[in-house]
């Protein structure tokens, strides 16, 4: 690269949470309020998460996906009715205790998850077939009393969609969780440019009150997994423990199947730790707020403000621009671009007017390119998606060549060691061998893939008949 | 009204509150859970908040405002930084005392409001003349426990945006309190077709905090008044209580000059208690998530609702449309429309298609009109705007209509009694006559409007020299 950097970024290499933490920091993407564990969205980092929302949303509402809005409150009594579902949130719950200046009867909890409000709503308005199904999405935001916290990774609070169905059958409730996982397989490649492993998760590891867990996991720069999004199909049991039930077209009286499924700011963070690079964030051109930054050169010279803010008109048309027009060095300007991540950088002087030309510069390979002004909206449509289909391909290169496959129990602690990436091996099934490769290397089961192989007949860990090919890996 | 309505509704005359609860009850707005005092928001609710939203950030945007993310809990001593502001709001706020398994050293308070967050945030992010104005917004729900509760109007939990701005100086904090207001009664007339006076808010209305608190506020079809949008100036009170500073061009340390700014799902109560009538809700076309219905007649017949779905897909270029072909009868389906105030229904039946025809009802006057198919798409475009705006004038008719003018204390009575509406009236000034007529009529100060007139020179109710010109009425 030639461009320099306006500040030190730590290395990658020399320190991968620094890096990541520099990165948040000098993009501008968070900042800092008196409130421990909790994080500011700047507006850098929020019009990302805005990109995210509205192309998610119209991908949900095309499968007949309804938003409503429900209390951010859960009365204690509501978090207790479904036993698993109780003990895995009720550890990290934010309480309210008192409301005004009185001391509330019943405390309330600060919702992390909102299945049994959901459930307490269908309850009452669910009931008949004819209501079926409820195919509901909230976009809101969640606590839970995180001890350690990072920017997007891991916060107190964290925005995210929190999809919730009701349907009048176990078929169709399956149907749903699998759809909606396939959603987001196909939202994070062609939007985020992140390739993703698509499979289900061990018993150990699913969600506290599902019958399933599914889960899309992708892989970070630095060879540590990251689950993206889960979709968790729920069986009945919800159904049961709520009293959520429907009368058919027999007029008997049933249990519906429910699913749930959510993305949350997390994935702000997967795009950083997947696409950044010593310079800084690289944003996909999809969820890129500034697509294209036009840096006039010798700003002063009569008519260059002018041609840069004639081009932002034009290019306006096809994409999301903006001119530098600051008293900053151009140096200076180039740099910014780099660490904020902007796809395509366009630098226009006195002699490129002269020549009707200008520069355009690719950030993601740092390719220099001279464009005629009359192609110059035809280029950048092409730019941007080139950009963000090589910004894929990448992506899934680096996945693939750091997914490696242990079929022995040395193989499997060399890799975990020295080749930090995800790992391909057998597994009996039992949650106690899971237990204890986690305890050995800090690598979990992130999935069980649709997408089985089989590596050998017998457990990597422990030697007993494989039932599963799992990947497993560290995580976030 | 030919069309019969599908449940009966509480007539407006005779119980205005009752006809209230019924139409967001049966236009399927809201709905319950077990968090009491607290509202779920229904898709058909949900989706007008969506479109507001959206055409709101819009006009936002394109003054410059970027929109932020800040955390939803305030420590203690947070929010009680500045004096007039935590008075205002400590007997309200709901308060987390635990977290986790663990009593928390400082209590924290669900956000009533965020001020004290953004000065806490503008505190550490601006040193600088070059970091200013910020123009920062944020969409999101806040909590006040309220004790009586109504949907919409009042919820111990709404949704709404906060704007909270910060300025190198008096004039251009003074300026964005202004443009914001103009922006907000813009929109009220623009897309929610609603007419509002503006003006300041007196001294005992004012926001707690604020030096300078301005109001647009809407007429009700009862004659009660609506506070639908509200802009503050603080000059440097929060400034000067945070400590938010910046150096100046010639390097001298000043205080921030401030603003903030909302509007809440209280404009879907709005929307209602204006446009609705004894049929249900009418929504004004830019804010009606189904802006067609296409009604099948007959529609088992061959050919009938390959035809409703033919100009569904057509209408759909420039319309938000839907077909309801369930098995309900077309009467059940007309009252639907009606009672969800969808703007146009679309009837299509075998002689319309032999005829190369359709009937075509507008939901605002109950005109019918066949209309060919050749012509349905520039007359449903038409009619939109038609509609859109007549109900907008409809309502200005309204409030101009209810609107009185008081010049004695026994003309105040007599309107306030006897004339749901505004009054105009002369006011000397002081608290404590705002206070009496208040007390004696429950009529209070909406607000001192930008366009004055001098009614006489004496106050309507101590009789002492008048100061300003005042609209007052009964509220919600």
Known sequence: MADKKVEAITSMEEDFAQWYTDVVVKADLTGYTSVKGFMVLKPAGYAIWELIQKQLDERFKATGVENVYLPMLIPEGLLQKEKDHVEGFAPEVAWVTHGGLNELQEKLCVRPTSETLFCDFYQKDITSYRDLPKVYNQWCSVVRWEKETRPFLRSREFLWQEGHTAHATEEEAQERTIQMLNVYADFCEQILAIPVVKGQKTEKEKFAGAVATYTIEALMHDGKAL????????????????????????????????????????????????????????????????????????QKKEGVLEKAEELRAKLSEIARVKVDATDKSPGFKFAECEMRGIPLRVEIGPRDIENNQCIVVRHDTGEKLTVSLDELSDKVTELLEVIQKDMLETARAHRDSHTYTATSWDEF???IENKPGFIKAMWCGETECEENIKAETGASTRCMPFEQETLSDVCVCCGKPAKKMVYFGRAY
């Open 227 to 298: 689950q993206s999004g889960t979709s968790h199909n729920f069986g009945d049991g919800f159904a049961r423990a709520f009293g959520v039930q429907y009368t058919d077209k027999e007029n008997h009286l049933q249990y519906v199947h429910q699913t749930s499924w959510g993305m949350t700011t997390r994935l702000i963070g997967a795009i950083i730790m997947v696409h950044g690079d010593d310079n800084g964030l690289k944003l996909p051109p999809k969820v890129a707020p500034t697509q294209v930054m036009i840096v006039p050169i010798q």
């Open 413 to 415: 602690k060399d890799i």
